[in-house]
């Protein structure tokens, strides 16, 4: 099946540790996102890729990037995770129409 | 211009019974309207999704309705089961999604349907 794919599904990094979340795609979509999602909250946009262009919210900290080589892959790196940081990270992509997720990598920083 | 407001922000129904949660927007150019359904520990999945140029669609015991006059479009959950709790998120959007387009999300409403 097509689907959205992200690793991991948990992860655990120390204050301040680099951290890199992927994401894959077998959709071939060409737009793909990276949300924040703190619980009970909904999915706050971070940045995208329409095809190769980036796109990077305003209210985005500078502490997080992303990375998009190829179609199919896209990854953010958070590079001095602070605990505020803590939260589900939601990849999706989209065509025309509706947004398809993947299931999302939980971020724990201690 | 670029908000979506959703309402209730939780609600509490009876199985068997209907579910309504609305959303209102601001900017007339979108015309793509989805609802997403999110469980504890998975992504939001797109539930159903409606265009301006009906008034309602229907599938299975979901049901969109939409009036553009008053910009306001509506789920409705008929016959309310248990394994309907969740998250529910509307959203806005141009259907032709372009480098500057942005899908706007309701803050959510968190369905609880008591068995």
């Known amino acids: 099946d097509a689907m959205v794919i992200q690793n991991p599904r948990y992860q655990v990094t120390q204050f301040g540790k680099p951290v890199t979340l992927s994401c894959s795609q077998t959709l071939n979509h060409n737009v793909m996102y990276w949300y924040q999602q703190k619980s009970s909250q909904a999915p706050k946009l971070l940045f995208h890729y329409y095809d190769k262009d980036f796109n990077n919210e305003a209210d985005t900290p500078d502490n997080f990037q992303s990375r998009r080589p190829n179609t199919s892959f896209c990854f953010l790196d958070i590079r001095s995770p602070g605990l505020g940081d803590a939260a589900m990270y939601l990849c999706?992509?989209?065509?025309?129409?509706?947004?398809?997720f993947g299931n999302g990598t939980r971020l724990t920083v201690t | 211009q670029q908000q979506v407001k959703q309402s209730p922000q939780s609600l509490i129904v009876q199985k068997g019974g209907i579910s309504i949660i609305n959303c209102a927007y601001e900017n007339t150019a979108f015309d793509y309207f989805p609802w997403y359904q999110q469980f504890p520990g998975k992504g939001p999945a797109l539930l159903i999704a409606?265009?301006?140029?009906?008034s309602e669609k229907k599938e299975g015991r979901f049901t969109i309705s939409f009036n553009k006059s008053a910009k306001q479009f509506s789920l409705h959950i008929m016959d309310s089961q248990p394994g309907d709790s969740a998250t529910y998120f509307c959203?806005?959007?141009?259907?032709?999604?372009?480098?500057?387009?942005?899908?706007?999300f309701g803050k959510g409403t968190r369905l609880h349907i008591l068995p």
């Open positions: 959203a806005a959007s141009r259907r032709a999604v372009s480098r500057d387009d942005k899908i706007i």
């Open positions: 409606i265009r301006p140029d009906v």
């Open positions: 999706a992509t989209s065509s025309q129409g509706p947004l398809h």
